[in-house]
């Protein structure tokens, strides 16, 4: 008899098809209205990985926000496998900067918690978290506390405990950016072992250029808020990527193009930032 269950890491159906289309965000401040997401569209496949890049304040974790079903759209719309999002659902797993885990349970018990409220037999979500922690390099640190673990480590079980329960897609947003570079590159290797292990499709939010071209199959580069498409790249290097990707020339040239696009971008950014402070010229 087979110990899978649907919905549980490595348990379920490949799909986790994104389509997002004409989507507009706008949010109510101080009561005027911020248009954060201007009629962004993006297909993605099932197992892809598609990497939002774009300036500071862009609109890139209001358009992950949306697809993870935590802020409505004001028009436009976001589909995963033909399903309108309109929730938060378990087919979707979210990993922010600082992954928030509960103080008071272990290890172990941090990453078995969603298959506990689900009702899985506690062999099973056992079985399955210590699988998941194994695949994140923490096999032996199950009855660690959080308090006891580094920010990396802490950041590995948040991952675990997303991937155990099998989510069809993962949105992560700048998940490394509060990690040192050598811990960063370790969960940039783990990132990409996981998509492909689970075939999940991710997208990934980051400011940064090397990380987008390492990890992503295609780069979407967003404009200057409001965030609208701006191109959206295929990486020219097929997986499976490593950093020595870095020296080919196809990488050099991809960098430099996509270093254009997003310099135009954060200069625009920086002007409309100089305008809202009433500053004439930017350094002025
Ligand atoms: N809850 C909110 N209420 C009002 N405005 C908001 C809210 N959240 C975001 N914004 C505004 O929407 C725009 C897009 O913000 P968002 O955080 O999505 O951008 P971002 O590209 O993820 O930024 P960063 O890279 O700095 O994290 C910004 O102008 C931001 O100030």
Excluded at 28 to 49: H, Q, T
Excluded at 113 to 124: C, E, H, I, T, W
Excluded at 197 to 214: R, S, Y
Aim: proline fraction near 4%; glycine fraction near 10%; charged fraction near 25%.
């Amino acid at each position: 008899m087979s110990t899978e269950i649907s919905g549980i890491g490595g348990g379920r159906q490949r799909d986790g098809a994104i389509e997002v289309k004409d989507l507009n965000v706008q949010y109510r401040s101080n009561g005027g209205l911020i248009k954060a997401v201007d009629a962004f569209s993006l297909d993605v496949a099932p197992g892809e990985f598609v990497c939002l890049l774009g300036p500071s304040g862009c609109g890139k974790s209001t358009i992950l926000n949306v697809m993870a079903g935590f802020i409505p759209a004001s028009s436009g719309s976001v589909r995963l496998d033909g399903e309108l999002v309109t929730e938060a659902g378990q087919d979707r797993g979210v990993v922010f900067q600082r992954y928030v885990l509960f103080p008071w349970l272990n290890v172990l018990q941090n990453v078995e918690y969603g298959l506990k409220v689900r009702g899985v037999d506690k062999a099973l979500r056992q079985q399955k978290a210590r699988e998941y922690l194994h695949l994140v390099g923490l096999a032996g640190f199950e009855q660690k506390y959080p308090k006891e673990l580094s920010g990396g480590m802490q950041q590995r079980v948040g991952i675990a405990r997303v991937l155990v329960n099998g989510p069809k897609v993962m949105l992560m947003d700048e998940p490394f950016g509060a990690l040192d570079s050598q811990t960063r590159y370790m969960m940039q290797e783990l990132t990409l072992k996981v998509s492909q292990k689970d075939g999940t499709t991710i997208i990934f939010v980051t400011h940064d250029l090397d990380e987008a071209l390492l990890l992503g199959d295609r780069i979407c580069v967003i404009t200057a808020s409001p965030g609208r498409v701006k191109e959206v790249i295929t990486n020219p290097i097929p997986g499976p990527r490593s950093t020595e990707i870095a020296s080919l020339p196809e990488y050099v040239e991809t960098r430099r193009r996509i270093y254009e696009m997003l310099r135009d971008e954060i200069q625009r950014s920086f002007a409309q930032e100089a305008e809202k402070l009433g500053v004439s010229k930017v350094g002025a």
